[in-house]
T-cell receptor
Framework: ETGVTQSPTHLIKTRGQQVTLRCSSQ?????VSWYQQALGQGPQFIFQ???????GRGNFPPRFSGLQFPNYSSELNVNALELDDSALYLC?????????????FGPGTRLTVL | AQKVTQAQTEISVVEKEDVTLDCVYE???????LFWYKQPPSGELVFLIR??????QNEISGRYSWNFQKSTSSFNFTITASQVVDSAVYFC?????????????????FGQGTRLTINP
């Protein structure tokens, strides 16, 4: 086990609603990354947080936003949910944001949008 | 632009057979890192290995081995004497130093994954 935890495990929402997903990083890690994995696809980078600030973003619209707290845990918020947002959302923590550090993933939150 | 291709969508073999998972990558960066992750049905991505672009030595860890060839932009993964517990989806991923330098973030770019089924 990586020590990275995510909650909730599963979530069902309807189109137009808002959702918040949570991630607790591995002890000692100050960097959290979020990925979206659609069914049958590889994970896609959403953004990364380092010391409470967003420091890199993939091709996702602004309705995807996040927060990182002083204890380095993190939230992913998605507004105005669309059907295509249905996916497994994975959080990963790393020691720092350096390219040399390995990202360790949590078990994910499976979001279904109806 | 960075890209990772895993051409094998699904592979099915009988237990104890050897199996190789292919990974081809594209990058214009000279410094980059390659990864393999395993995703069992539980969904969690399990880290297997990381290699940097300057180290082309092949690596062996138990029944697992990795062959990195810059000349063909490939980073293939072989499981020797496969076991049922090896059944999972395997992902190859790439991280570029340039993105890290410009954006200050580490972004993993994943392939589509290869679903490996080991039959008893």
């Amino acid at each position: 086990e990586t020590g990275v935890t995510q909650s909730p495990t599963h979530l069902i929402k309807t189109r137009g609603q808002q959702v918040t997903l949570r991630c607790s990083s591995q002890s000692g890690h100050n960097t959290v990354s979020w990925y979206q994995q659609a069914l049958g696809q590889g994970p896609q980078f959403i953004f990364q947080y380092y010391r409470e600030e967003e420091n890199g973003r993939g091709n996702f619209p602004p309705r995807f936003s996040g927060l990182q707290f002083p204890n380095y845990s993190s939230e992913l918020n998605v507004n105005a949910l669309e059907l295509d947002d249905s996916a497994l959302y994975l959080c990963a923590s790393s020691l720092t944001r350096e390219v040399t550090d390995t990202q360790y993933f949590g078990p994910g939150t499976r979001l279904t949008v109806l | 632009a960075q890209k990772v291709t895993q051409a094998q969508t699904e592979i099915s073999v009988v237990e104890k057979e050897d199996v190789t998972l292919d990974c081809v990558y594209e990058t214009r960066d000279t410094t980059y890192y390659l990864f393999w992750y395993k995703q069992p049905p539980s969904g969690e991505l399990v880290f297997l290995i990381r290699r940097n672009s300057f180290d082309e030595q092949n690596e062996i860890s138990g029944r697992y081995s990795w062959n990195f060839q810059k000349s063909t932009s490939s980073f293939n993964f072989t499981i020797t004497a496969s076991q049922v517990v090896d059944s999972a989806v395997y992902f190859c991923a790439l991280s570029e130093a340039a993105f890290n330098k410009i954006q200050g973030a580490q972004k993993l770019v994943f392939g589509q994954g290869t679903r490996l089924t080991i039959n008893p």
